[in-house]
């Protein structure tokens, strides 16, 4: 599964077409964010994708998940959003 990082600073239209051109190849990905900012930004990017790839009937379902991840070798809590496509 591919995992697509976002942080506070992402851009969320271009983290929207990153998702997109994943979601075409593969039907799963997953979008991982840690703090409130980067929460924030993967929310929308995740509503700016399904503006991407609704014309071509494609509809997403999201999955929200808690993710223990290591960053400089600490532990810190993650939200995960797995991504499908029907």
Partial sequence: MEIL???AQSQ????AGALAAVLREKITAEVQAVGA???NQAVKAIAITRGFVAPNG??????PAFSEISIEGEER???K???ESR
């Avoid at 969320?12 to 983290?15: I, L, M, N, Q, R």
């Avoid at 494609?58 to 999955?63: K, N, P, S, T």
């Fill in 37 to 39: 900012g980067a929460v």
């Fill in 77 to 79: 809590t993650a939200i």
């Fill in 58 to 63: 494609i509809d997403l379902v999201v999955i």
């Fill in 12 to 15: 969320p239209k271009a983290v």
């Fill in 5 to 7: 990082k976002v942080s």
């Fill in 81 to 83: 959003f797995i991504v």
